[in-house]
């Protein structure tokens, strides 16, 4: 197991790139099992989250090699005529994004049985409006032994309309994907509007679906008989990028994030020009610049086009250091505050009641060993360490491996002071 080390309080300057954006290539790379043949998937960033994916695809018979040189940012997926419909619990206890593979193979195959992925550290992360929606398109789930065991009596889903309670990106994900080869056409309302989910409907459009309105919060889908293989590259990490120009405004610093889409990020520019950070479009990104102390800002989460609740963490940091107290709330998950006791041990003045965070800034923060607790909340202790006086020693950094590629390499050439060690 690796930790991180990193001796803060170096100014950092630079330029760093963004890669492609994990939330978009979990669910375009599940797609791939909608259609036979050979898929060309690009941009997509070599994490373990991306790894387990292809260990999971591989399982049901597919062949899943990322390229070498030139192309190693692409993965190629070549899919059988016939899978093992299984994602079994060691490979979805990981990674609970696995359940994106119910869709596509009730849609293709009639059949799945596909493990509950387990509880998660930020929540208790539901699949109920998964489940609600495939079963409207009418697929027959049942849980039994920790797996949902579903299957279409009918041999083909059929369009529906279909309203989920509460927005979902992965429950909208999966139930897009399942309704594109849906006999009919399926309505689908309350969707979420996340970038991702408009990525995959391109992707799935390239593969000759017929989808309109991703991306807006009512998606209609007229089946098909039948998909082709994709070559389709997924967007821009918009949570990396964030994590970066958040680097960018802490006080002293100037980052230029490239590969970026700013039109992603609204809402995190906004609260990072509320704070005094100066944010300027520049050639391929955004340049962001901290000045002095940051300002106090208040900052609710909520899903897109609102504050991403995968900023909540890192933005937490630039406010710790605020010259006065800001409100942070967090409305879409349950228990994402875990970094809050790591970032009082590096001296930060928080204090949490239910979903709101009361973040009372301080003049600095000093260095000292801290534990990861899930992807987010480990990128936001590492930004705490840049800008902490003294050494921070990042633990448990496989949580940020899952979905930062190698963040160490890309800081350095910042100026930060980082290096990963055997724990
Ligand atoms: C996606 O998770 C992202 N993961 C998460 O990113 C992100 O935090 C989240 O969306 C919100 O933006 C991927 O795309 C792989 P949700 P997802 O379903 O789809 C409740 C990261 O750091 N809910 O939109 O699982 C749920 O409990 C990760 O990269 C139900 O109640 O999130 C939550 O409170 C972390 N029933 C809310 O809805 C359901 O069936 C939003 O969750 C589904 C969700």
Redesign the pocket.
Known sequence: MDKILIEGGVPLHGTVAVSGA??AA??VVAAALLAEGDHRIGNVPDLADVRTLSRLLAHMGCRVERGTGDSRDSVEVRVPRDVRPEAPYDLVRTM??SV?VLGPLLARWGRARVSLPGGCA???????????GLAALGAELRLEHGYVEARVPRGRLSGTTFAFD??????T?NVMMAAVLAEGRTVLESC?R?P?VSDLAAALVRMGARIEGAGTHRIQVDGVESLRPVAHAVIPDR?EAGTFLVAGALPGNRVTVTGCVPGHLEALLEKLRAVGASVVPVAGGLEVAGGGRPRPVDVKTA??PGF???MQAQMMVLLALADGSSEVTET???NRYMHVLELRRLGADISVDGRVALVRGVRGLSGAPVMAS???ASAALVLAGLAATGVTEVRRVYHLDR?YERIEQKLAPLGARIRREKA
Do not use: Y
Request: charged share 35%.
């Open positions: 994990k939330n979990l669910p609970r994004a994106l930020i929540g208790a992360r539901p699949i109920d409006q998964h489940l609600r509460k927005e979902t990106v992965t429950g994900e979420a996340e991702e949570i899903p897109f991403p609740t995968d879409v998950f349950e899930d992807l987010r979905g």
